[in-house]
Structures are given as C-alpha cells and as structure tokens.
C-alpha cells in the first residue's frame, strides 16, 4: 500500500498488518475485527480505563490498538499481547493452530475482568472458555465493562415439561452465539438462525428434573434473545466432531451485508426491531488441522472492506466480502465513525 503522501492521513489509520508469529494467524484475524469496532478501539485509545491489578491483557490489548491506530507502521507484532494471554492460557503460546472463536472468547472474557466496575453485590468470576454462561452466576447487573455494554446478550429458555405442562424459564448470557448448519451444501444465516432458535425437544440423557413431577420427564425448549448486543457475533458450526468423527462443514452459507433483521427471535417484550450491518468476517480456509484464518473488515474511515492476511492488507470489493470460508460473522446495530483519541483522557 502506498502511504507515501501523508502518514497520518486517517484513510490509512487502523490499516496495520499483524506479524505471523508462526501459526498465529487465529489471533490476528480476531484481532483485526476486534480493531474494527470504532467504540472499542476510542475506549482503549482515550486511556480513559483503569485495568484492576492482574490487568496485563487489557494493557497490552492497548498498546496493540494504539499501535495499529495512530502509529505510523505498515505492520506490527502482537507479540507483547500473545505472551500475556500465553502466560494464563498456554495453549495460545505455542505455535499450533488454534480455534479463533475460542480465543475471541478468553480475549473478551479477560478484557471484560480486567475492566469491569461492580456495581453492587460481590464480583464473581465468569466461566471461562464457553460461549455462553448461566445469567443467575453474575448477580445479573452486578458487572459491567466496556466489553459486556457493547457485546453482551441475554438468552431467554422456556423450558416446558411434556408431561405436565409446567413451564420454568433459565436465562443466559452470551458474547457469542454458536449457529448451527442446517444444510451440507449451501444455505442462509436466517436458516442457521431459523434452527437455533426452534423448539427442541430434550430427551433421553438431556431430560429436565421437573419439580411438579418430581422426576425426571422430556420437555420441549425454545430460546429467544432477551436482550439484543449492540454488536452480535455468530459462530458458524463448520468443525463438525462427534466423538472421533471431525468434518468441516463447507457450507456456502448467505449472509446480508445490511439490514439483518433479528427482531423474530427477540422476546416480544423487549422487541425493538434492530437492524444489523455486518462490520467484520473471519474466514477460515482449509481443513480442520492447519487451515488459514483471516479477516474482512469495513474500514470506519472510508468505509470500505479490506482483506487482512497477517501482514498483508488488501482493498475488495463488497461483493467479496460473501465467500464459503466465513467461520466468525461480526454485526452492530450502529454505524462506526472514526475512533478519535479523546486528548483529555
Ligand atoms: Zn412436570
């Protein structure tokens, strides 16, 4: 890319290659789409929080966007924030490939530890490594962060008894929602949503302990969203592993540029109708073992796509933005605007 004519013109700013650190291509794509989001990048450029004291991550996490934002370099390494993370979780330090949701995962779970406020009640840690945990664990309202204001969810389960009717409701939080693949060949994000969000029907190992029966009975279960993220991530299922069966699913799978519609799947009560643009894609090419990962994200200052392959950083057109290796889709319900660097903070 020619930057010759002005450094620090803003069309160039958040155009930063990350370094493969060998196999570390699952890091960089998520952190690319993570760059991409406008209100997060301004928290972390603004120097506006205050990690607690096992804060490492959310430190180095901004350094990196400070680096990839206003610093003049075509390219840079996450090292600093890869030995961090490394050091609580060590899988991510060695220089094998790993599943780029789950790191999204730890990353967004540690930032939101680092940089939570408690608001009454005791802090109580999240679950680690699952997509979702049980609501009841956090006190509800008890926590929240910049991470939990932009990327939590709330999951509503009627669970209802088929034996005596009795319905009881669960809720549940969520930064992502893992979708499953309806079809082998080809098929929509709204029929991967169409069958998350149907009703199940729980028996045999999964039956509920029904306190009207007092024994264990079926029951029917449907989710819905009982509070809609302002941003919303979902997980393609592609790694299909039943027992030491492993696939990958290379579903073509459609997915809208704009105006995705959630609003079926919002609890009536709280419907509000959002409407969400897709801001960013992590692609995963190959098979389940090795494979490639990389990101496609919209640009907030020119709003245009970008491939970003490690170091590389290419210019595509929205129409390339659709391909079959999409494994992580990024949605916000708001358009991002330049993430300005608030010289107060
Ligand atoms: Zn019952």
């Keep these: 890319m020619d930057r010759s004519d002005d450094e620090t013109n803003p069309q160039y700013q958040g155009l930063t290659g990350l370094r493969n650190l060998g196999n570390t291509c699952y890091m960089n794509a998520v952190i690319q789409c993570l760059c991409s989001v406008s209100p997060l990048v301004e928290y972390f450029l603004s120097g506006r929080y205050t990690a607690s004291e096992d804060g490492e991550i959310a430190t180095a996490f901004a350094y990196l966007m400070n680096d990839m934002w206003l610093g003049d370099f075509d390219c840079v390494s996450p090292e600093v924030f890869r030995l961090v993370i490394g050091e609580r979780y060590p899988a991510f330090i060695k220089k094998t490939q790993q599943d780029a949701q789950e790191f999204l995962i730890y990353v967004l779970n540690e930032l939101h530890e680092a940089l939570k406020k408690v608001s009454h009640g005791t802090s109580r840690r999240r679950n680690q490594g699952t997509s979702s945990s049980v609501w009841e664990s956090r006190g509800c309202v008890g926590e929240s962060s910049i991470i939990t204001r932009l990327f939590e969810g709330h999951l509503s389960y009627d669970i209802m008894c088929l034996e005596c009717q009795t319905t009881t409701y669960k809720n549940e939080i969520f930064t992502v929602l893992s979708l499953p693949i309806p079809y082998e060949t080809e098929c929509s994000l709204e029929e991967c949503l169409e069958c998350f969000f149907q009703q199940d029907i729980l028996t045999w190992n999964n039956q509920i302990n029904c306190s009207c029966c007092g024994i264990k009975t079926d029951a029917a279960v449907r989710a819905s969203i009982a509070k809609a993220p302002k941003i919303v991530i979902f997980h393609l299922k592609r790694f299909d592993c039943q027992g030491s069966y492993k696939k990958k699913l290379k579903t073509d799978i459609y997915y809208p540029l704009n105006n995705l519609d959630l609003s079926s799947y919002i609890y009536p009560l709280f419907r509000k109708n ?46 390339s933005v659709q391909t079959s290796a999409a494994y992580l889709l990024f949605y916000s319900s708001q358009t991002f605007s330049v993430p300005v660097k608030n010289q107060n903070g």
């Design 274 to 319: 959002p409407k969400y643009s897709l801001f960013a894609v992590v692609n995963h090419f190959g098979d389940l073992d090795g494979g490639h990962y990389t990101a496609y994200c919209k640009h907030p200052p020119t709003q245009s796509w970008y491939n970003f392959d490690d170091s590389q950083i290419s210019e595509i057109p929205d129409p």
